[in-house]
């Protein structure tokens, strides 16, 4: 086997660059808060990055959106054609799912900060009790979804709901209903995906501590390493960027990294394979930015800090590091460092010195140890 791995760099750079920009304006990289309503009503909303506004998304087969549940806000079972994560940015919800292997509903409570993987063989409800704003990021691969780039839903009830579309005749002969009951089975539920629920409804709320759901839920990850997510393949970490600290400069060679950002705000760059400078952006609280295969991206936090998270698209990516404890630069012997940079010796050092006081992204934590 020997395909160049430049020839690779260079296959893989086209398919994503090429648009013609510069990367100072708005470019194919660049960060953007989520463009569409999918659904607004009075139990909640979903919006979306759609991929006709930000293509990126589709060529790097990932898809984004924000869940809103207003108290009592319910939405009506779904599933959707993705794998993807669920990260609780705000409040907190109950969320039943239901899985083709097993004949058992499980409920779990989530909160701010956790993550719930959501492999596309389960069918989920989601349903906020509290008073306040429950808020959910979903990020996820969409390599085999519908529409390339973004996450698709399927309601199992309401008026848009996948039932919605067969005529009685059918529906009643599946489930031995007269015509009348058909029709009631179909047409009751006059709400569509997000709903309002009365007061006395009771909606369970936690049949399964996590321990039984550790399947699905992940409330511990560190800033430093990505925790996989087997049932979903992909990667995630939550990160939380003091005043002015850097991201850690790093690529993946095989997956794609989306990260979104929480809080704060700061400044992006993307380099490419000869070192050209293909986005150099500031960032804010509600944007989402994509790392195609083998860009390099750096990022520094503004005054007042950035909290992320990042998604990476492998359960088991190979990334590279290119500051810190464990920076590429470290494994190379040092007459090939100083020879590669043409430096002196002294240089060589000072610079290893510089990138093991861990200035950068060990100053992070990760929001989850807080809890
Ligand atoms: C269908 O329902 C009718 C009346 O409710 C009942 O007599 C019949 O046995 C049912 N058929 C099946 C296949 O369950
Ligand atoms: C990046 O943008 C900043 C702010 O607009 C500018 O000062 C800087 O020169 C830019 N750097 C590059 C390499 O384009």
Known sequence: M?????LFFSFILSAFVGHGETAGDANAFSPRPADTTIFEGEGGSYRSWSSSNFPLLGEAKVGAGILVLHPHGFALPHYADSNKIGYVLQGSCSVGTVSSSASEEKVLRIREGDAIQLPNRLISWWFNGGDSDAIVVFIGETSKSQ???????????????????????????????????????????????????????????????????????????????????????????????????????????????????????????????????????????????VV?????????????????????T????????????????????PVILQASLSTTPEFAQIFLGKDDMKHNSHALESRLDEL
Do not use: M
Not at 195 to 220: A, C, H, M, R, Y
Not at 275 to 284: C, D, P, R, S, Y
């Open 2 to 6: 020997c395909i160049s791995p430049l």
């Open 292 to 312: 195609p295969p083998f860009l390099v991206a750096i990022g520094i936090a503004d005054g007042e800090g950035i909290d992320y998270v990042s998604v990476i």
């Open 147 to 289: 529409i390339p780039g973004e996450i698709t839903y399927s309601s199992l009830t309401g008026t848009v709901g996948v039932f919605r579309g067969f005529s009685t005749e059918f529906i009643s002969k599946a489930y031995n209903l007269s015509q009348d009951e058909a029709n009631t089975l179909v047409t009751s539920q006059t709400g569509a995906v997000i709903v309002k629920l009365d007061e006395g409804i009771q909606i369970p709320q936690q049949q399964n501590d996590i321990g039984n759901f550790g399947e699905f839920v992940s409330t511990v990850a560190t800033a430093d390493k990505f925790l996989p997510l087997e049932q979903v393949g992909l990667s995630y970490r939550p990160v939380k960027l003091g005043k002015s600290a850097v991201f850690q400069p790093i690529y993946a060679t095989d997956s794609v990294q989306v990260t979104y950002i929480v809080k704060g705000s700061g400044r992006v760059q993307f380099t490419g394979t000869n070192g050209e400078i293909l986005l150099n952006a500031t960032v804010q609280a509600g944007e989402l930015f």
């Open 314 to 333: 492998s359960s088991r990516p190979v990334i590279w590091h290119f500051s810190g404890s464990t920076s590429i630069w470290k494994a190379f012997s």
